[in-house]
């Protein structure tokens, strides 16, 4: 199981991003996926997560109405849109996924995009 992240970059405050992750893995299906980030100094954190069956979304408070998460099944893609973007939300954005294969799961990780928000 692989999962590719891009589409980071620098960006002015206010500005916009998509973040895009591609997931493979011959044979698996991809469930639960989920983006997360990690600032300089801080934990990392889940900014938000979705649900392949009913698309079922959950935000953490700090982006909810700036950012949106979707998913194209049919091509194991997850994408994060990301408005009205702050200095705050600087991080390495990482992209998470559990591979599932029968009664095999490979929770996975990306290798990080890194997003800058100047003031």
């Known amino acids: 199981v692989q999962l590719v992240e891009s589409g980071g970059g620098l960006v002015q405050a206010g500005g916009s991003l998509r973040l895009s992750c591609a997931a493979s893995g011959s044979g698996f299906s991809f469930n639960d996926m989920r983006w997360y980030r990690q600032a300089p100094g801080k934990q990392r954190e889940l900014v938000a997560s979705i649900i392949s069956g009913g698309g079922s979304t959950n935000y953490a408070d700090s982006v909810k109405g700036r950012f949106t998460i979707s998913r194209d099944n049919a091509k194991n893609m997850l994408y994060l849109q990301m408005n009205s973007l702050k200095p705050e939300d600087t991080a390495v954005y990482y992209c998470?996924?559990?591979?599932?294969?029968?009664?095999?799961?490979?929770?996975?990780w990306g290798q990080g995009t890194q997003v800058t928000v100047s003031s």
């Open positions: 998470y996924a559990v591979g599932t294969r029968g009664n095999v799961r490979y929770p996975t």
